[in-house]
């Protein structure tokens, strides 16, 4: 069978039909966009959407009543969600960086009580996605560090019947509106250069977790991502993300493809959608004091060819890296593939847009228009993990054959 076939009993889908669930969810995004960018305020009738959608469960097995998209078939989804709204899907891709990491996961076998304790806490997520339709935010970057999580500052301390959480997180996107946060903190006390760092689940109602509104920034305006505190914030020992300690920073080096890779399909569809707007407006848009379009002039055609080699080829390394990653994740080939995605279309994006601008003249910065919207989104890739320096670095020290399964040899 076709993988493209491969159809979820429970929910009748095949991957083709949740990439086209998504264009057409993307397209009904289009029209709400610019109201949320100017206003800074959080989609909520895009995620109503997703939730009604069943989309939470994307990655959740077809066993469990999820969809059970592979990892080629959800960047190309995120990238159509992204098209029509990119904070949208940035910030549904934090919600699967939890859940889909999940969902790549071997237990069966590992055996006793810790095989218990995962089956048990992934059986929760999937019921907290599927049939609560909560959402998950992912809570890892603070002040002065970043996403650097071998010098996380947030601690836990272990107590009577859980842990208890002391930190800052500064950029948690749908901070106030996600249900759960996945916290990224270090066991307290610990001098180790490579520190147990675990994930812990905080309800959003937890009165010791205190969100500030804060985000008033250049583009991802809809993606409240704002800081929370963690003050002496209590969590039950079933917060414990998978039921295990100290696993994150391994699972990480060795498996970078969520922490990475998610970000491909948004960026991607930020290209995409500037570019389609870029043909389309050519088409229209007279050359001055003649009736005859601009996409009849060649120095355009000639432009415009030239930026959709650059997109095709970064959309070919986007999907590749996609591909592998479903494949053979977590290989040194899958590893680097990814890299390379997240250096191709972080750069891309800030370039693509800008050429378009110029492209199609000075009234495409006009706020009527989506183009200096995606603009100033495009400008955010390469902020964000991997940063563009960071891929380089790893693509660099891989080709010199350094073992990057170890996390002191990366960037985290
Ligand atoms: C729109 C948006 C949404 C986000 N949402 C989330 C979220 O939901 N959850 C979350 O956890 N995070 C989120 N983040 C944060 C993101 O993951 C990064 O942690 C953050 O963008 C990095 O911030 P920074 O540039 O201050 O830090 P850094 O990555 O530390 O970089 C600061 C500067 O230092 C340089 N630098 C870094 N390391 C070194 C080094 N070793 N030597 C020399 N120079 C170095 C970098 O190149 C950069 O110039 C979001 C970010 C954005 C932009």
Same mark, same amino acid.
């Given at each position: ?55 939470? @469960? ?24 992204s098209? @029509?709204?990119?904070?949208? /899907? ?21 055996? @006793?009580?810790?095989?218990e ?14 049939k ?26 272990r107590?009577?019947? @859980? ?31 490579t ?34 505190y ?12 998978? /039921? ?9 080096a ?14 991607? /569809? ?13 088409k229209?848009?007279?050359?001055p004091?003649t ?30 890296a ?32 800008s ?14 228009m ?26 660099g ?16």
């Amino acid at each position: 069978m076709n993988q493209n076939e491969h159809k979820n009993i429970k929910t009748g889908i095949n991957n083709n039909q949740i990439i086209e669930l998504c264009r057409e969810l993307g397209q009904k995004f289009v029209s709400r966009a610019a109201k949320y960018d100017v206003e800074g305020s959080f989609p909520v009738e895009n995620f109503d959407d997703l939730k009604e959608a069943g989309l939470l @469960g994307i990655m959740i097995p077809t066993e469990y009543g999820g969809m059970g998209a592979d990892f080629l078939t959800y960047t190309r989804a995120l990238e159509q969600l992204s098209k @029509g709204d990119a904070s949208t /899907g940035l910030t549904f891709n934090m919600h699967n960086i939890a859940v889909g990491s999940l969902s790549e996961l071997q237990i069966d076998g590992i055996g @006793g009580t810790r095989e218990e304790r995962m089956k048990g806490f992934i059986t929760w997520v999937y019921d907290q996605s599927i049939k609560e339709k909560k959402i998950f935010a992912s809570a890892s970057s603070e002040p002065g560090i970043g996403a650097h999580f071998s010098k996380l500052k947030t601690t836990y301390n272990r107590v009577d019947g @859980g842990f208890v959480i002391n930190g800052v997180k500064n950029w948690v996107s749908m901070a106030g509106y996600a249900d759960y946060y996945v916290v990224a903190a270090r066991v307290a006390d610990s001098e180790s250069e490579t520190p147990a760092v675990s994930f812990l689940v905080v309800d959003k109602e937890n009165p010791n977790a205190r969100v500030e509104f804060t985000w008033d920034v250049l583009g991802m305006r809809a993606t409240s991502t704002n800081p929370v505190y963690f003050e002496d914030c209590f969590v039950p020992t079933e917060a414990l993300f998978l /039921g295990s300690e100290g696993m994150a920073l391994y699972k990480i080096a060795r498996e970078p493809h969520w922490l990475v890779g998610g970000y491909n399909g948004v960026y991607l /569809g930020i290209c995409s959608a500037t570019f389609e707007f870029m043909v389309e407006y050519l088409k229209t848009k007279k050359i001055p004091g003649t009736q005859t379009p601009l996409s009849e002039d060649s120095r355009i055609q000639h432009k415009v060819g030239e930026l959709y080699a650059q997109l095709e080829a970064t959309r070919r390394v986007t999907y590749d890296a996609a591909r592998l990653v479903t494949e053979r994740p977590g290989t040194p080939e899958a590893n680097m593939a990814i890299h390379h995605a997240k250096f191709m279309v972080s750069e891309l994006g800030p370039r693509l847009t800008s050429e378009a601008i110029r492209t199609c003249g000075g009234s495409t910065i006009s706020r009527r228009m989506p183009l200096e919207r995606y603009f100033r989104e495009a400008r955010c890739g390469g902020l964000m993990p991997a940063t563009s320096d960071e891929c380089l670095f790893y693509l660099g020290k891989a080709a010199f054959g350094t073992d990057l399964s170890k996390p002191s040899e990366t960037y985290w």
